[in-house]
């Protein structure tokens, strides 16, 4: 997932987002990764993120798959089996996210059909969460009980456009981790709770131009469109052509 441009708007006045910085490759080395991709951190994030278990590092940043390649849209084959095949997967998948400056990175994004992804972002109260999360099952509010928050949002497999997405802005995920512990994420506000949903989205094969409006999504579409040159196949493994799309 990545981070809208805009400040977020909030449909119901009972959170008010604190502004989500983007994620910067310099987080890894809070995470213990390589500090060659890292030179900076945000200045407005958590210092320390919060991490129920130690994330495989040294992952090879791969291309990213987009949407319309069947991978990412059909829902994704379960994860049975935890051995050194997934760890390897999941520090791809941060490696990648990171080279992106994403938020989150499900495996289609990088063409593997499992249910797994990965994530690092913060939560409503500024606090940096990063993951793994393998099965996901999402839980939100009932309807009643939901305040929407829509803010911009962006995919990394849709690079350079956003659009708002109105989603719940509490949300929690239960699912296990690359070595098959048990773990639980509960997102309360910010991007976190925006993020657990996107991804698991990602795993039952649904992008967030399916959660738009048809006026919106087209013009999502015309949006990725005008940018795509910026964004060669193989990006990130091969760097985002700079253009007067920066200005
Ligand atoms: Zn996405």
């Known amino acids: 997932m990545r981070v809208?441009?805009?400040?977020?708007?909030?449909?119901?006045?009972?959170?008010?987002?604190?502004?989500?910085?983007?994620?910067?490759?310099?987080?890894?080395?809070?995470?213990?990764?390589?500090?060659q991709v890292s030179d900076r951190r945000p200045s407005n994030a958590a210092k320390e993120p919060v991490l129920s278990v130690s994330l495989p590092t040294g992952g090879t940043v791969r291309p990213i798959?987009?949407?319309g390649e069947p991978v990412m849209h059909r829902k994704l084959t379960p994860v049975t089996t935890y051995d050194e095949d997934l760890e390897r997967l999941v520090a791809d998948m941060f490696a990648t996210m990171y080279a992106a400056e994403g938020a989150g990175l499900a495996a289609n994004q990088i063409g593997v059909d499992l249910q797994v992804f990965v994530f690092d972002c913060t939560d409503g109260a500024n606090k940096r969460v990063v993951g793994v999360v393998c099965n996901p099952v999402l839980t939100l509010p009932d309807t009643g009980d939901r305040n929407l928050d829509d803010s911009e949002e962006g995919c990394?497999?849709?690079p350079g456009a956003y659009t708002y997405c109105a989603r719940p802005d509490w949300s929690q995920v239960d699912g296990t981790d690359h070595t098959g512990a048990p773990v639980t994420y509960v997102g309360e506000?910010?991007?976190?709770?925006?993020?657990?949903?996107?991804?698991?989205?990602?795993?039952?094969?649904?992008?967030?131009?399916?959660?738009?409006?048809?006026?919106?999504?087209?013009?999502?579409?015309?949006?990725?469109?005008?940018?795509?040159?910026?964004?060669?196949?193989?990006w990130p493994a091969v760097a985002r052509v700079s253009s007067a799309h920066d200005l």
Request: with cysteine; charged share 25%.
């Open 189 to 234: 506000g910010g991007t976190l709770a925006r993020c657990l949903q996107h991804e698991t989205d990602h795993l039952m094969g649904t992008v967030f131009g399916d959660r738009v409006p048809s006026r919106a999504r087209k013009k999502l579409y015309k949006q990725a469109e005008a940018i795509a040159e910026d964004y060669p196949t193989e």
């Open 65 to 67: 798959t987009r949407w």
């Open 4 to 35: 809208g441009r805009r400040p977020t708007v909030t449909l119901s006045c009972t959170f008010v987002h604190p502004g989500t910085p983007s994620v910067r490759k310099s987080d890894l080395r809070a995470v213990g990764y390589p500090s």
């Open 156 to 158: 990394l497999s849709l």
